[in-house]
């Protein structure tokens, strides 16, 4: 497939969903050194880059990263939260957002899956 056909208004939800998953991934991966190298962080990253590569390709297999991905993301910023939440204004505020933007772009591509196959 072409870019230019991928980039059409009716698709705007896929390009959203991956330009979200490869921005949280880029941001997981150029914070891995600041948090000192932990193996879950560039895990993360590299499987929102794959999940972002996934859902612009329109790929059959997206769909279980973008729900194993809600999964360990829900569990890593909620345990993230938990513990600085009364320390770091910033950290609490960018993990609320990220653990949001998770659970709306993953109804989002749930809901546009269930559309396509009905």
Known sequence: MQIASKLKMENITSLASAAFYGLAG????????????????????????????????????????????????STFT????????????????SMLAYAILTWAFTILIVMKRKAQQA
Do not use: C, E, N
Not at 40 to 45: E, I
Not at 51 to 69: D, E, N, Q, S
Not at 78 to 93: G, N, P
């Open 26 to 73: 880029l941001v997981l991966l150029i914070l891995l050194p600041f948090s000192g190298f932990p193996p879950h962080v560039g895990l993360l990253g590299i499987v929102s880059l794959a999940t972002a590569y996934g859902i612009f390709m329109k790929r059959k297999w997206a769909i279980w990263l973008v729900a194993a991905l809600f999964f360990v993301v």
């Open 78 to 93: 909620l345990f993230t939260l938990y513990y600085v939440i009364a320390t770091d204004a910033l950290a609490s505020a």
